[in-house]
């Protein structure tokens, strides 16, 4: 049975920081692409930071220059370091892995307050 589980979200001031974590049971995590979504309230969920297995990343320009994703495979944890957040950031964030299928946790949510 495949697990996406994240934790690291919360309250917190603008300007301020958050790393959000997944950890993975039940794939071979070290070959799959992961990702974190993020769906705010009456909007579509976007993709914010995706890693391949070479550690190569790309990121929303919303983001870029203020969002890290990272990955440890011995671990099966992939993270999303937030700094520099916003209160446009507010949002739930979803850990992602995929492969030849698509997985999704249960989400962890943010709230980034002015």
């Known amino acids: 049975q495949v697990q996406l589980v994240e934790s690291g979200g919360g309250l917190v001031q603008a300007g301020g920081s958050l790393r959000l974590s997944c950890v993975a049971s039940?794939?071979?995590?070290?070959?799959?692409?992961m990702a974190w979504y993020r769906q705010a309230p009456g909007k579509q969920r976007e993709l914010v930071a995706i890693?391949?297995?070479?550690?190569?990343?790309n990121y929303a320009d919303s983001v870029k220059g203020r969002f890290t994703i990272s990955r440890d495979n011995a671990k099966n944890t992939v993270y999303l370091q937030m700094n520099s957040l916003k209160p446009e950031d507010t949002a739930i964030y979803y850990c992602?892995?995929?492969?030849?299928?698509?997985?999704w946790g249960r989400g962890t949510q943010v709230t980034v307050s002015r």
């Open positions: 890693i391949d297995s070479g550690s190569s990343s």
């Open positions: 992602n892995a995929q492969l030849l299928r698509v997985y």
């Open positions: 039940g794939i071979q995590f070290n070959i799959h692409y």
